[in-house]
């Protein structure tokens, strides 16, 4: 395939607006250029307007590698902020900007440009690619979980995940948490609170003792760091003389395996439960997302392959790293049998979801010829 091309297909699919809910158009467009390539395609449909796809190359054989894209992005904000239309590929100084550009539609056409031009060379797998392309990662790794609870990612041996990785690869994360709390409280007049309940002082009430129990916690993983915890959001009351009748607050956990996501269920719902025990407080909690840490082999093949790839095209060495954000692959490893993953992926993760995301042409282009090599090295193990 001429460069030209592989920068068109991208190009082709950052100007598909796919913020999270609109991801079909994305699959029907890599189904029909599978197609047009003599590669079979299968929707699998998770929502109105919203489609996974999984497609396949290669034989029956003793081993299955797994590509996978998400084909979701984030919404592009404020437009009068960015330097280009979001939803218009361009390029420009040896970048392509656009929403998705790096997070992270350069990593799935690499994968599909790479599956294709295998196919086209009649290279030889004895075995199997099979591309995992999912919907709404952003919003609770929706389409991972589907793919997987459907039995996608049971035959998989190995798994390699286009999210953005800058120079390096990664092959373990954290878990995250999403939770809302919400404070039902009276309202009265701010002049006679006596005859309200305040449900924004009750809900500092949680948040006070979740910020404590935060401070108390001691333990730190040597791979992946500190836990943490933030308060994203918060909303409450509709009139400055009135006393709030109800206030929201929302937040997100990274865990780790020392302070795991069973834990941090417990002291919350604890929490909850005491302080709903005094008078007037009425909390209530829901976890919202609740992904777990992902750990790998840092010496599995797969890991070693993307190792050599990289050194290979690029003449210098790349590190294992763990991440502090997470990724699909905390679905895809809930599949009956357990396999290596690595995160490997053009473009750099400090650039997603901002203003003016973009990508650096070459290294979406080296991505592709490294994602080839690591496929045919795989299989001739």
Known sequence: MEQQERVQILKDIINIDSTNGNEEAVASYLSDLFARHGIDSKKVQFAEKRANLVSEIGESGKRVLGFSGHMDVVDAG????????????TEKDGKLYGRGSTDMKSGLAAMVIAMIELKDEKKALPGKVKLLATVGEEVGELGAEQLTSNGYADDLDALVIGEPSGPQICFAHKGSMNYTVTSIGKN?????????VNAIDNL??????????????????KLLGDFTHNATVVTG????????EFAKLQGNIRTIPEVDNAEIQSVF????????????VKLNLVWDYNKLPVFSDKDSSIAKLAQQGYKNKMGESIPLVASPGTTDAAEFIKAKKEFPVIIFGPGNAQLAHQVDECVDVKNYLDMIDIYKEMVINYFNQ
Do not use: C
Request: hydrophobic share 35%.
């Open 78 to 89: 404020d437009l009068s902020k960015w330097s280009f239309p979001p939803f218009e590929a």
């Open 237 to 244: 009351g509709n009139q400055v003389n009135s006393i709030p």
């Open 269 to 280: 719902k604890k929490i909850v439960d005491r302080l709903n025990e005094q008078a007037d």
């Open 188 to 196: 009265a007049h701010s002049s006679m609170p006596q005859l309200g």
């Open 204 to 221: 500092m009430l949680f948040y006070n003792e979740v910020e404590k129990f935060v401070a108390s916690v001691n333990e730190t993983s």
